[in-house]
C-alpha cells in the first residue's frame, strides 16, 4: 500500500516563492507525479519525476529524494492564477503501475 | 486538451436509480480510468481499463461497474445509485506516465 501526506492548505503572497511538500511510504517506487487543479476543473499535468534530483520547467521546479520519500513542487513569482489545488500522485512499481494521489494542498495567492 | 470529454457534465438523479456516465477519447490511448474526487480524500480510483474488454478495480470499486467495448469509449455505471455516491466524477486517459483528465461529471443522488 502507500501512505502519501501532503499539507492541506498553504497561502502566499504574489510575487513570491513558495513550496509545496509531498512525503510517501511505499512498498515500490516508481515515480512521483505533481499535478494542478484550478477550482472546479480537471487537473492537468506539471511533472513526472523518477530520479533524484530538481527538475525546472519555467517558474515551476519538482524535486525528488526517493531515500527519503519525499518531494516538493516549487512555485516562483507566484501570480494570482497559480491560485489552485496541487495534487501529488505516486506510481508503484510493478502491479498496475496507476498512480495512487494524495489530498491535495490548496494553495492561496493574495496581491 | 487531450481530446477526453465526458457526458453528462451534471446529472441530479434519485437513490436506487440507475446512472450511466460515458467518457469518450480521440487519441487512442490504451489506459482509461475512472476516478472520484470528493472533499478530504482527493482522486480515489473506481476501475481502470488497460484496453478493450479489459478493466480491473480500483481502491473503490463497489457498487461500480465498467465497460469497454471500443478504445475510445469507456463508460461506469452505477448500478443503484446511493447519496454516498454523489461526487465529482473524473475520467482519464494516457500512457502509463501521463494521464489526461475529462472535465468531470458532476453527480447529485437525492
Known amino acids: 500500500g502507500q501512505n502519501i501526506d501532503q499539507p492541506t492548505e498553504m497561502t502566499a503572497t504574489e510575487g513570491a516563492i513558495v513550496q509545496i511538500n509531498c512525503t510517501y511510504q511505499?512498498?515500490?517506487?516508481?515515480?512521483l507525479f505533481w499535478y494542478q487543479q484550478h477550482a472546479g476543473e480537471a487537473p492537468t499535468f506539471l511533472s513526472y519525476?523518477?530520479?533524484?534530483g530538481l527538475e525546472e520547467k519555467g517558474r515551476f521546479s519538482s524535486f525528488l529524494s526517493r531515500s527519503k520519500g519525499y518531494s516538493y513542487l516549487l512555485l516562483k513569482e507566484l501570480q494570482m492564477k497559480d491560485s489552485a489545488s496541487y495534487l501529488c500522485?505516486?506510481?508503484?512499481?510493478?502491479?498496475?503501475?496507476?498512480?495512487?494521489f494524495g489530498r491535495g494542498t490548496s494553495l492561496i495567492v493574495h496581491p | 486538451d487531450a481530446g477526453i470529454t465526458q457526458s453528462p457534465r451534471h446529472k441530479v438523479t434519485e437513490t436506487g436509480t440507475p446512472v450511466t456516465l460515458r467518457c469518450h477519447q480521440t487519441?487512442?490511448?490504451?489506459?482509461m480510468y475512472w476516478y472520484r474526487q470528493d472533499p478530504g480524500h482527493g482522486l480515489r480510483l473506481i476501475h481502470y481499463?488497460?484496453?478493450?474488454?479489459?478493466?480491473d478495480k480500483g481502491e473503490v470499486s463497489d457498487g461500480y461497474s465498467v465497460s469497454r467495448s471500443k478504445t475510445e469509449d469507456f463508460l461506469l455505471t452505477l448500478e443503484s445509485a446511493t447519496s454516498s455516491q454523489t461526487s465529482v466524477y473524473f475520467c482519464?486517459?494516457?500512457?502509463?506516465?501521463?494521464?489526461?483528465f475529462g472535465p468531470g461529471t458532476r453527480l447529485t443522488v437525492l
Open positions: 481499463s488497460y484496453g478493450v474488454k479489459d478493466t
Open positions: 511505499t512498498s515500490g517506487f516508481n515515480g
Open positions: 500522485a505516486v506510481r508503484p512499481l510493478g502491479g498496475s503501475y496507476i498512480p495512487t
Open positions: 482519464a486517459a494516457g500512457t502509463s506516465d501521463e494521464q489526461f
Open positions: 487519441e487512442n490511448h490504451r489506459y
Open positions: 519525476n523518477v530520479l533524484d
